[in-house]
């Protein structure tokens, strides 16, 4: 008895131990089915989102075209009446406007009729050489070196002038004798012009005025050589009248004979040189 019951209850647990293994086998079943659907449908989803579109076609330099509209046929003339504009092409009979080059006449035409620009004589002239030269005072260059914007020690050019902000000027410099009875020190000073009065007072207090020549672009090198790679070689005086200015002993011009052997301006470039301001090229 005890080993049938025995053996029945062994049987009943096998059973049930086999319906369990087949249920969860389902389940895993399914669940794994499951996870292969969800997962599928996520990957259809993303593959909709991030789909892109291939072109049929792909652009090239031979299918680039203008908008519509941007270019226009040109209107041919003269090319017989069947195009429209033949013959006269478009002009119409006789006129100015008709002609060949008189379609658009230019500033001051007044229709054939003498102009005005042509009916007053003329007046004057304008001097081409003309400089305007802006003037420099003594008491001026006096309070400057006390004040320390100049070094009275060295020649005083028009660079050094231009640097300390004595006095703006476009052409030169003129030195004049207002406040001379203020200067008390012997300079040596390099300026376009001077007056008879500036000068005697600084030769009393034993300087020296020279009156250098300097044209437009020898100027500029002075003034801005960092924009020179070579300093231009500066340029002797132009017309008759400039040479007898600056070769006058009286004027103290630095070609008259008693200073252009004494003295060397250092303001003028008697050649073409290299510019030690500048980097040297690599």
């Known amino acids: 008895m005890l080993k049938a019951g025995f053996q029945r209850s062994v049987a009943q647990l096998q059973h049930q131990f086999s319906k369990q ?16 659907t969800s997962a599928a449908k996520a990957a259809v989803h993303q593959q909709a989102t991030f789909e892109v579109s291939r072109p049929a076609k792909f652009l090239s330099l031979n299918d680039l075209r203008d908008n519509k509209g941007a270019r226009k046929i040109k209107k041919r003339l003269g090319r017989g009446h069947g195009s429209g504009h033949g013959k ?109 009065m500036a000068i005697r007072r600084i030769e009393e207090l034993g300087g020296r005025v020279v009156c250098v020549y300097h044209n437009r672009l020898a100027l500029r090198a002075l003034l801005h050589p960092e924009k020179f790679e070579v300093l231009p070689k500066s340029a002797m005086p132009a017309t008759a009248k400039m040479k007898r200015i600056y070769a006058d002993p009286e004027r103290r011009g630095f070609l008259a004979p008693g200073i252009r052997g004494k003295y060397k301006p250092a303001s003028f470039n008697y050649s073409r040189v290299a510019n030690a301001s500048q980097p040297a090229a690599a």
């Open 21 to 36: 293994l087949v249920v969860s086998a389902c389940s895993a079943t399914l669940g794994r089915s499951s996870l292969h």
């Open 88 to 196: 006269t092409s478009g002009r119409g009979q006789k006129g100015q406007n008709s002609r060949a080059g008189n379609g658009k006449p230019g500033p001051g035409f007044e229709g054939g009729q003498t102009p005005l620009m042509r009916v007053f004589p003329k007046r004057g002239f304008k001097n081409p050489f003309k400089r305007d030269l802006q003037p420099l005072n003594l008491d001026r260059v006096q309070h400057w070196i006390n004040t320390g914007r100049l070094d009275a020690s060295k020649p005083i050019t028009l660079k050094h002038i231009f640097d300390s902000n004595m006095v703006r000027f476009k052409d030169g410099v003129s030195l004049l004798a207002r406040g001379s009875e203020g200067l008390t020190t012997p300079i040596t000073i390099e300026v376009t012009r001077a007056s008879r």
